[in-house]
């Protein structure tokens, strides 16, 4: 069976908000990319993410991105293949919130593509958690996390 997996979370804004706090380079590493972030999240666009705790900056291809409601995203896995990242952003409570999901799927069935996607998971699950903290606080919960 594919390791595949599904997290989310609701954010206090609607889904336009949402969908800048992740497409747009400067709001992403204020909360995310820890090493930064190059180049809006547009369809057909290549873009480079940097993390602290995995050093060196990487492509990210936007296979699709629709303002307020998807953006979907393919990267190399490190365990081999490519996997992709789909974000959804649904309105809730008449759009006074957003329920951000994000699944990845694609990684090799394999014990390396297993372990792979944990860590993703467990990476997504920060992500939309620091994206929550961004957004309704105005504060970065992973600096300093990995360094």
Same mark, same amino acid.
């Given at each position: 069976?594919?390791?595949?997996?599904?997290?989310?979370?609701?954010?206090?804004?609607?889904?336009?908000?949402?969908?800048?706090?992740?497409?747009? #380079?400067?709001?992403?590493?204020?909360?995310?990319?820890?090493?930064?972030?190059?180049?809006? /999240?547009?369809?057909?666009?290549?873009?480079?993410?940097?993390?602290?705790?995995?050093?060196?900056?990487? #492509?990210?291809?936007?296979?699709?991105?629709?303002?307020?409601?998807?953006?979907?995203?393919?990267?190399?896995? #490190?365990?081999?293949?490519?996997?992709?990242?789909?974000?959804?952003?649904? #309105?809730?409570?008449?759009?006074?919130?957003?329920?951000?999901?994000?699944?990845?799927?694609?990684?090799?069935?394999?014990?390396?593509? /297993?372990?792979?996607?944990?860590?993703?998971?467990?990476?997504?699950?920060?992500?939309?958690?620091?994206?929550?903290?961004?957004?309704?606080?105005?504060?970065? /919960?992973?600096?300093? /996390?990995?360094?």
């Amino acid at each position: 069976m594919e390791p595949k997996f599904t997290v989310y979370a609701h954010v206090a804004c609607g889904p336009r908000e949402a969908f800048e706090a992740v497409a747009d #380079p400067a709001s992403l590493s204020h909360y995310f990319t820890t090493g930064g972030a190059v180049g809006r /999240l547009d369809t057909g666009a290549t873009v480079q993410w940097d993390f602290a705790d995995f050093p060196g900056a990487f #492509p990210v291809e936007v296979v699709e991105a629709i303002e307020g409601e998807t953006i979907v995203l393919r990267w190399d896995s #490190p365990a081999g293949g490519r996997t992709e990242v789909a974000f959804a952003f649904e #309105p809730v409570d008449a759009g006074a919130r957003t329920k951000v999901s994000v699944t990845e799927s694609g990684w090799p069935e394999t014990e390396e593509g /297993l372990a792979a996607s944990y860590g993703n998971c467990m990476g997504w699950s920060q992500m939309l958690c620091a994206m929550k903290c961004w957004i309704e606080r105005g504060f970065n /919960l992973r600096e300093g /996390l990995y360094k």
